[in-house]
């Protein structure tokens, strides 16, 4: 049973803000919401993790309802070189260490036109 | 801060061999570290958990005598791909959490493993 869901592809133009919601109604209390991206053959690159309300970081905002149930992922002014999959995670089960381990879903495939 | 790097970042390798894939942590260090393979056009799919010191704890479904883990220190953990298969070709990836830090994984560049 998939975590969270997201919209399997979007299209933008240079210089648009993009916004990707994700969905994660099963969200558990001590979950983070952490975004990442991956282009093609690389290992996914973290963007911005947040737990509540908004964090804005050099690259990404993240908005978080008070409820959160989903959460958005903003893009400033994308370029050409943000064409690539984002994927949207919550924490899953607990492993040894306490730390939660990760599955990711299909992710949101964008791609930027000029 | 926070780089996590692979080796080899590909290999070919025969039918019937065993293949090494390294994943380190250059500049923190990870008490966990997880290993991921990935198929063309599809996500990222988890094998394994790996901490430092003890045993790995693999997901359903993935052969703990073919993928050998080992985290022998706390910045670097082995992936062991054994007798090698053509389907077992994929992109592995390798991720690590900083000691005492948040969940937050921090993913190597990834290995392209080719079986012939």
């Known amino acids: 049973l998939a975590k969270t869901t997201q919209p399997i592809s979007m299209d933008s133009y240079e210089g648009q803000e993009v916004n990707i919601t994700c969905s994660h109604n099963n969200i558990a209390t001590n979950d983070y919401i952490t975004w990442y991206q991956q282009f093609p053959s690389q290992g996914p690159r973290f963007i911005i993790q947040g737990y509540k309300t908004k964090v804005t970081n050099e690259v990404a905002s993240l908005f978080i309802p008070a409820d959160r149930k989903s959460s958005t992922l903003s893009l400033p002014r994308v370029s050409l070189s943000d064409t690539a999959v984002y994927y949207c995670l919550v924490g899953d089960e607990e492993v040894s260490g306490g730390y939660n381990k990760l599955i990711f879903g299909a992710g949101t495939r964008l791609a930027v036109h000029p | 801060g926070a780089v996590v790097s692979q080796h080899p970042s590909r290999v070919i390798c025969k039918s019937g061999t065993s293949v090494k894939i390294e994943c380190r942590s250059l500049?923190?260090?990870?008490?966990?570290m997880f290993w991921y393979r990935q198929f063309p056009k599809q996500s990222l799919m988890l094998m394994a958990t790996s901490n430092e010191g003890s045993k790995a704890t693999y997901e359903q479904g993935v052969e703990k005598d073919k993928f050998l883990i080992n985290h022998a220190s706390l910045t670097l953990s082995t992936l062991t791909v054994t007798s090698a298969h053509p389907e077992d070709s994929s992109f592995y990836i390798c991720?690590?959490?900083?000691?005492?830090?948040?969940?937050?994984?921090?993913f190597g560049p990834g290995t392209r493993l080719t079986v012939l």
């Open positions: 500049d923190f260090q990870a008490t966990t």
């Open positions: 991720s690590a959490i900083r000691t005492g830090s948040t969940d937050t994984q921090y």
